[in-house]
């Protein structure tokens, strides 16, 4: 979009000024003067009074014919014949949106000898399963799935197509974006679609967590968003279902990839998988040093859960971030979180409050986290959680 203001229409009353939601982006003197700060959003037109700026739409010509892309599709994230649980819930999400459009939905699999997964995607929804198998598919590398996603968006042509926001989905989905020259709009919580355009509405939080944006693609297709674990509920499974299996074979071949996989340590990804875990104690502040994170990580085994954090604790360099829970880290929805001296802020909710059961602990009995929780124990997490983890020892000795 472009704004333009018309000097003879204005009376410089400064109105503009107010709506404009960037600050130095409009002067007004005599008349009032766009600045190098103007983004060109077009919040000043409307409150124009005498209808002095205009905001004229540029001609994208780029712009794809809508009609010609069909279908949603979700990426079927999968790791040695296990498919993450993102992507289910995307294809129950994914569901609902090809039934608002009237189109089918597509479940798109990478990997080699995966083809049994496919039942699963009929499971959970998906009419049609595009299935790109062989041994250069194995493992997720970015150079191999990036192309054959690539090819099959050219090929087959759908108007959605939805990723999990896990270290694959966001290492590959912005650079297929890029590839087939459309938008991306990253760590939705929520789509939905427009009844007159038929377009993907794509709510993501911004400014902060304090401002929810919607995000149009109307002119590039496929519409593409990706999405954060846990943050879509998972339909029961419906293993009566079944659909057609596409199978495509891939130009990709090994001597195309940059990368090679020398070794997968296992042992990594069982400790870090704080998205998927049922139970999760999470450590804030007010553990007071880092060598007091080990309570944490005490109950958290005993519950046979994972352990988190907050940002404070990890801007403090006591916990890694892959560890953060909440806006800038996990989101995450288990059947039990434990806050420890967490506070509560807005930014560390955004990414639990959707828990089952939040249990507190923090020795302020006005903390915000309180407002949250299913239980609060008011007092010094410091005597608390050993106590806590005494009993549930013995529970399970018992
Ligand atoms: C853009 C942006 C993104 C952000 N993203 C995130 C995010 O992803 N995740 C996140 O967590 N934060 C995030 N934050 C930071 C967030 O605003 C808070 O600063 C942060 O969550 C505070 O962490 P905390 O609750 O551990 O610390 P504090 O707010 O300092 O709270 C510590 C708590 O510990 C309690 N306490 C102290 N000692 C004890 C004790 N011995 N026993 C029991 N309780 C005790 C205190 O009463 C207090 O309530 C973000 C901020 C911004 C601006």
Wanted: net charge negative; aromatic share 6%; hydrophobic share 40%.
């Amino acid at each position: 979009m472009s704004v333009k203001i018309i000097a003879e229409d204005c009376v410089a009353c400064g109105v503009c000024i107010d709506a404009c939601p960037f600050p130095g982006a409009i002067e007004v003197n005599d008349v009032a003067v766009l600045t190098d700060k103007c983004n060109g959003c077009g919040a000043c037109a409307d409150s124009c009074p005498t209808e002095a700026i205009v905001v004229e739409k540029k001609e994208d010509k780029n712009a794809v014919n809508a009609a010609d892309y069909q279908g949603v599709w979700v990426f079927i994230e999968q790791r040695d014949g296990l498919i993450a649980n993102v992507a289910l819930e995307l294809l129950s999400e994914g569901r609902k949106l090809a039934d608002k459009l009237g189109t089918h939905l597509a479940g798109v699999l990478l990997g080699d000898g995966v083809t049994e997964l496919s039942k699963h995607c009929f499971a959970y929804g998906a009419d049609k399963v595009y299935l790109v198998e062989g041994a250069v598919f194995k493992y997720y590398r970015t150079d191999s799935y990036t192309e054959a996603i690539c090819n099959l968006i050219r090929q087959y042509k759908p108007e959605i197509l939805l990723f999990g926001a896990t270290n694959n989905g966001r290492d590959f989905a912005a650079r297929i974006a890029v590839r087939v020259d459309t938008g991306l709009t990253a760590d939705c919580t929520e789509l939905a679609i427009d009844q007159e355009s038929k377009l993907l509405l794509q709510t993501r939080p911004a400014f902060g967590g304090n401002v929810m944006a919607t995000i149009l693609c109307p002119n590039r297709r496929p519409q593409m968003a990706t999405v954060r674990p846990k943050v879509m509920k998972k339909l029961e499974p419906d293993y009566s279902r079944s659909g057609q299996l596409i199978r495509y074979d891939s130009p990709v071949r090994e001597e195309d990839v940059s990368t090679k996989i020398l070794e997968v340590v296992e042992h990594a990804t069982k400790t870090l998988n704080l998205a998927e875990a049922e139970i999760i104690v999470s450590g804030g502040r007010g553990i007071g040093a880092p060598e007091n994170y080990y309570l944490i990580e005490q109950l958290a085994e005993v519950l046979g859960g994972a352990a988190g954090a907050s940002r404070a604790a990890v801007d403090a360099g006591w916990v890694p971030h892959y560890r953060q829970v909440g806006q800038t880290g996990k989101t995450v929805a288990p059947k039990l979180y434990i806050a420890c001296g967490i506070s509560g802020a807005i930014q560390h909710l955004a990414g639990m409050q959707t828990s089952d059961v939040i249990v507190a602990i923090n020795k302020d009995p006005e903390a915000p986290i309180f407002k949250v929780a299913t239980y609060g124990i008011v007092g010094d997490l410091q005597k608390v959680l050993p106590l806590l983890t005494k009993k549930f020892k013995e529970l399970k000795e018992a």
